[in-house]
């Protein structure tokens, strides 16, 4: 099945190309410049295994968590795609994404991932992610949360495998847990070639999503939500 994958969740970014086995790859490594890079990488990817986007199957897109920009940039080029090419589309979690590659690294394949992103002021946005047979993916996502930083990691049971983003921030906190498993930097962040194997086991076994009702997760309401809340000062 020809697929493309697109995650724009963060400050850097890819797009991934996969079909029978070959897989080609493109960073976006620019903040803030999803939108002007997007479609040359896409084309480039596509290009890279011999065919063009307009001939994919598939397009998967993470739809979060992650910021507003970029997870609006990608949703709504993702959307794009699969109407001009009739494809099919699936939003993938960046949690089962990290989930996925965790596992792949660290090695444990029967526990509990907890998974933190940086969602500013010092708080992180975390959920666990539960290894499930029921799940065509291999993981549960726990509800999410949003906390102060040092509150998650100080909360996490012995033992926990942990992973995501926020860890970049987190020496500090992480000093004080050595009971802890912190996987492998190459884990924490999200990745479109990921996305795009997890994507292919969703539409294998008829899980995609409508372009009309896929919306992005972020990794806090907005600065108006907040304030209509009351939970964001004057």
Do not use: C
């Not at 896409?42 to 598939?58: I, K, N, T, Y």
């Not at 409508?210 to 939970?231: H, I, K, M, N, Q």
């Amino acid at each position: 099945m020809k697929t493309l994958a697109i995650d724009t969740s963060l400050a850097a970014g890819s797009v991934a190309a996969l079909h029978d086995g070959r897989v080609a790859e493109r960073r976006l490594d620019v903040p803030g410049e999803h939108a002007r890079l997007l479609a040359t990488a896409v084309a480039e990817v596509a290009g890279e295994l011999g065919w063009q986007p307009h001939d994919a199957d598939l397009i998967a897109v993470i739809r979060g968590p992650g910021s507003f920009t970029g997870l609006r940039v990608g949703v709504s080029t993702a959307k794009a795609l699969a109407w001009a090419a009739g494809a099919r589309l699936v939003g993938v979690s960046s949690f089962e994404v990290i989930a996925a590659l965790t596992t792949r690294l660290v090695g444990r394949h029967d526990q509990p991932i907890a998974i933190g992103f940086d969602a500013g002021r010092g708080d992180a946005y975390a959920a666990t992610a539960m290894p499930s047979s029921a799940s065509v993916t291999g993981w549960e996502i726990g509800p999410a949360a949003l906390q102060p930083l040092a509150d998650w990691i100080a909360s996490l049971p012995s033992g926990t495998v942990v992973s995501g983003p926020v860890l970049e921030l987190a020496a500090s906190a992480l000093s004080a847990r050595t009971d802890l498993v912190v996987a492998p930097p190459e884990s924490w962040q999200p990745s479109a070639v990921e996305a795009g194997r997890l994507a292919l086991l969703r539409a294998g076994a008829g899980s995609v999503d409508d372009a009309f009702t896929l919306v992005p997760e972020y990794l806090r309401p907005s600065y108006a939500d907040e304030r209509r809340a009351g939970t964001l000062g004057p």
